[in-house]
C-alpha cells in the first residue's frame, strides 16, 4: 500500500498513457468497421471475404504485430501511434462482424416503411437503420472497449508507455504492489470505460430504456413547446 | 386519378404476381384491392408508389407516367399505412408522424405543431405524442400510422392491410373512424384487405382479384354481391354459403334476420333508427352498412 501511496503520480501518468492508447483506438476502429460492416452487410459477395479477412487479422499474435508494424508504417516501435494502430486493426477485426450483424438486425418492415414514406437510401441509413442497429453495435464496442484497454498494457514489453509498464517494471525490480497496483489500475480502467459506454448508449438510444415512463413528465414540455 | 394500363409484374424468380392489369381508380373514392394471399394485391399497390416497378405497362397518376417521375419524391407525396404500423421505433409518437413533413424540409417546430393537430384528427390523445410506439396498444400505433399517412396532406392515401393485426373490436372502431375521415378528407384511398367484409364496409370500388393478379371482378359492393360474375366471386363473399341470403324469422321478441345456414345475423330495425352497422352482427350483415348499402354503392357509379 505504501508503494501505492508514494507513487500516485505514476499511477496517474500511467493510466494517462494507457487512455491514450486505448481511447483513440476504440473509436477510430469503429469509424473504420462501419463502411466495411455495411459493405458486409450489404453485399453477400463482399461478406464473405470482409468477414473472412477481419477474422484472420484478429489471429495475428500481438506482440510480432507490434514489432513488425514499424517496418510497415514506418513509426518508431516505442512511438504510441505504432500501438494505436495495432490495436485499432483488433478493434475493427472485432467491430466489422457486430455492424454487418447489427445492421442485419434491424427490422425489415420498418426498413421498408422507411422507405415507403420516401426516405432516400443515405437518409435511411443514417436516421433508420444505424440508430435501430444501435443496441448490437453498443454491445459489440463494449467488448471492444475493455479487450482494447487489456490488449494496451502488451505495449509494455516493447517499451511503449501504459498501466502495463507498473506489471513489467514491477516484475524487474520485484515489487508486488506495483504489479497489484497495474492489474488494479486497467480492470478499473476497462470497467469506467464500459460504464461510459453504457451512459453514452442511454443518453443516445432513449427508447431502449426499459422504463421510458418519464413520459407523462416530458409530453407537457413537448405540448408547451409547440403552442408556445 | 390513379390509371393502371396494362400492367405486368414478374418477379425475378419467374412468379407472375400482376398479368395485364387496367383498371381507373376514381379520385377522391376508396378503392379496395381484395383477394387471397399470392393474389396481387400488395404488389399492385406498391406499385403506385414505386416500391415495385412494373415489368410491363405504366402506371399513370393525374395524367402523369410515374415511370418518368423520381420514386423517393413521389413517395414523399403520398400516404403510406401498413400492417403493424411500420412505425419507426426508435422515435416518439410525434415524431414518427412529423417525419415526413420534415424529410421534405418543413421546420421541425412547425412540423411538430402540425402532427399534434393530426393527432386529434385521427381520435388520439395529445398525452401520447412523447411516447415510443412500443409503448402503445396495437389499435393506438394504427392510429398513429394513419396519422405519419396523413402528414404531408397528400392526395392519395395507401393502405396495406392496415388492420390486420388488431383484434376484431379495435378492427371495427377503426373502419368507422376510417369512414369518418374519408367523409372529412375526401382522398383517394387505395386499401388492400384479404377480408372481404373489410372491402364492401369501405370500399366505393371493390376489385375482387384471383391469384396472378388478376381481376375477378370489379364494382361496388352492391353490384359483387347482387351479381357475383362466377363461382369464384360467389365463393369468395360468402354467397355460396348462404351467408349473404338473409330472411326474416319472428321470434316473437322481434324479427330476426337469419342466413340460409340459420345463422342469426341480428335483427330487423327501421331503417331510420339504425345507427351505421349496429342491427347486424359485422361479419354477416347483408350489405356494407345495413340499410344504407345500396345507396352507398349508387354513388360510385
Known amino acids: 500500500m505504501t508503494w501505492i501511496w508514494s507513487n500516485l503520480d505514476l499511477v496517474w501518468d500511467r493510466t494517462f498513457d494507457h487512455l491514450v492508447l486505448s481511447v483513440p483506438s476504440i473509436i477510430l476502429s469503429f469509424l473504420i468497421a462501419l463502411p466495411f460492416g455495411w459493405l458486409a452487410h450489404r453485399y453477400r459477395t463482399s461478406r464473405a471475404v470482409i468477414l473472412t479477412t477481419v477474422g484472420l487479422l484478429y489471429a495475428i499474435p500481438s506482440l510480432p504485430l507490434f514489432i513488425v508494424l514499424p517496418f510497415i508504417v514506418g513509426t518508431s516501435i516505442r512511438s504510441p501511434l505504432n500501438l494505436i494502430i495495432a490495436l485499432t486493426l483488433y478493434g475493427v477485426a472485432l467491430m466489422v462482424r457486430v455492424v454487418a450483424d447489427g445492421l442485419g438486425s434491424v427490422d425489415r418492415d420498418v426498413q421498408q416503411s422507411a422507405t415507403a414514406v420516401g426516405f432516400s437510401g443515405w437518409t435511411s441509413f443514417w436516421q433508420v437503420e444505424l440508430p435501430l442497429a444501435g443496441p448490437v453495435l453498443l454491445a459489440g464496442l463494449r467488448v471492444v472497449a475493455v479487450s482494447t484497454v487489456s490488449l494496451a498494457t502488451v505495449g509494455a514489453v516493447i517499451g511503449a508507455q501504459s498501466l502495463g509498464s507498473l506489471f513489467t517494471d514491477g516484475f524487474q525490480r520485484g515489487i508486488q504492489a506495483e504489479i497489484i497496483a497495474g492489474i488494479v489500475a486497467t480492470v478499473l480502467l476497462a470497467l469506467v470505460l464500459d460504464a461510459l459506454l453504457v451512459v453514452i448508449g442511454r443518453l443516445l438510444m432513449p427508447w431502449t430504456r426499459p422504463s421510458a415512463i418519464g413520459v407523462t413528465s416530458r409530453h407537457d414540455v413537448v405540448a408547451r413547446e409547440v403552442t408556445a | 386519378m390513379i390509371e393502371f394500363h396494362s400492367v405486368t409484374k414478374r418477379f425475378p424468380d419467374g412468379t407472375l404476381a400482376v398479368d395485364d392489369f387496367s383498371l381507373v381508380l376514381p379520385s377522391h373514392k376508396t378503392t379496395v384491392f381484395v383477394g387471397t394471399s399470392g393474389s396481387g394485391k400488395t404488389t399492385l399497390l406498391r406499385m403506385i408508389n414505386r416500391m415495385v416497378d412494373p415489368t410491363s405497362g405504366s402506371i399513370d397518376i393525374d395524367g402523369d407516367d410515374i415511370g418518368t417521375l423520381e420514386p423517393v419524391k413521389l413517395r414523399r407525396g403520398i400516404g403510406y399505412v401498413m400492417q403493424n404500423s411500420g412505425l419507426l421505433p426508435h422515435r416518439r409518437v410525434i415524431d414518427n408522424v412529423a417525419t415526413v413533413p420534415m424529410l421534405r424540409g418543413m421546420p421541425k417546430k412547425k412540423a411538430r405543431e402540425e402532427a399534434l393537430a393530426l393527432l386529434d384528427t385521427v381520435g388520439l390523445d395529445r398525452t401520447l405524442a412523447d411516447r415510443y410506439p412500443s409503448q402503445l396498444s396495437g389499435g393506438q400505433q394504427q392510429r398513429v400510422g394513419v396519422a405519419r399517412g396523413l402528414a404531408v396532406n397528400p392526395n392519395i392515401l395507401l393502405m396495406d392491410e392496415p388492420f390486420g393485426a388488431v383484434d376484431p373490436i379495435v378492427r371495427a372502431e377503426l373502419q368507422q373512424e376510417l369512414l369518418r375521415l374519408q367523409q372529412e378528407l375526401g382522398k383517394t384511398v387505395v386499401f388492400v384487405t384479404h377480408d372481404i367484409d373489410e372491402a364492401f364496409l369501405l370500399g366505393d370500388q371493390v376489385v375482387i382479384l384471383r391469384t396472378g393478379g388478376k381481376v375477378a371482378q370489379v364494382g361496388s359492393p352492391a353490384e359483387i354481391l347482387a351479381n357475383p360474375v362466377d363461382e369464384f366471386v360467389a ?67
Open chain 2, 235 to 301: 365463393t369468395f363473399v360468402g354467397a355460396d354459403r348462404g351467408k349473404r341470403s338473409l330472411h326474416v324469422e319472428n321470434h316473437g321478441d322481434g324479427d330476426i334476420v337469419v342466413d340460409e345456414t340459420g345463422r342469426l345475423a341480428g335483427v330487423l330495425v327501421d331503417a331510420g333508427s339504425s345507427g351505421h352497422s349496429s342491427a347486424a352482427s359485422s361479419e354477416s350483415k347483408a350489405g356494407p352498412r345495413g340499410p344504407g348499402a345500396s345507396a352507398q354503392g349508387g354513388d360510385s357509379r
